[in-house]
C-alpha cells in the first residue's frame, strides 16, 4: 500500500524555521511536490524534486528561504523552511506521482496525497 505520511509542523514565530518531513511507504518516489493551502486561498505548489530526483523547483514566493531535500535510504522527502512569514500560515501537503515527471508535479498529475500537517506563524 503506498503512502505519504507527512510531520514537522508546528506553530513558530516570523523569523523562525522549520522541517517538514514526507515519509513514502510502498514505493520510491522521484516526482514529488510540497504544496500548501491557507483558508480561503488555492492550493499552491512550493517545492517539488524531478527529473528523476536531480531537478528542483521553486515558488517565487519562496525561493531562498525553502529547500526541498531528499534522502533515499530513509525514503523521505524534507522541505526546509527558514525565515518563516505569518503568510506562510497554511497546511503543508506532500504529494506525489508514479514513475518520472520531466517538470514538477502539478496537482492534476498527483497520484498520492498525504495527509497534511499545519504550519502556524505568528508576527
Known amino acids: 500500500q503506498v503512502q505519504l505520511v507527512e510531520s514537522g509542523g508546528g506553530s513558530v514565530q516570523a523569523g523562525g524555521s522549520l522541517r517538514l518531513s514526507c515519509a513514502a511507504s510502498g514505493y520510491s518516489f522521484n516526482c514529488i511536490t510540497w504544496f500548501r493551502q491557507a483558508p480561503g486561498k488555492e492550493r499552491e505548489g512550493v517545492a517539488g524534486?524531478?527529473?528523476?530526483?536531480?531537478?528542483?523547483y521553486y515558488a517565487d514566493s519562496v525561493k531562498g528561504r525553502f529547500t526541498i531535500s531528499q534522502d533515499n535510504a530513509k525514503n523521505t522527502v524534507y522541505l526546509h523552511i527558514n525565515s518563516l512569514k505569518p503568510e506562510d500560515t497554511a497546511m503543508y501537503y506532500c504529494?506525489?506521482?508514479?514513475?518520472?515527471?520531466?517538470?514538477?508535479?502539478?496537482?492534476?498529475?498527483?497520484?498520492?496525497w498525504g495527509q497534511g500537517t499545519q504550519v502556524t506563524v505568528s508576527s
Open positions: 524534486i524531478y527529473d528523476g530526483g536531480g531537478r528542483t
Open positions: 504529494a506525489a506521482k508514479l514513475g518520472d515527471c520531466w517538470r514538477w508535479l502539478q496537482s492534476k498529475f498527483v497520484d498520492y
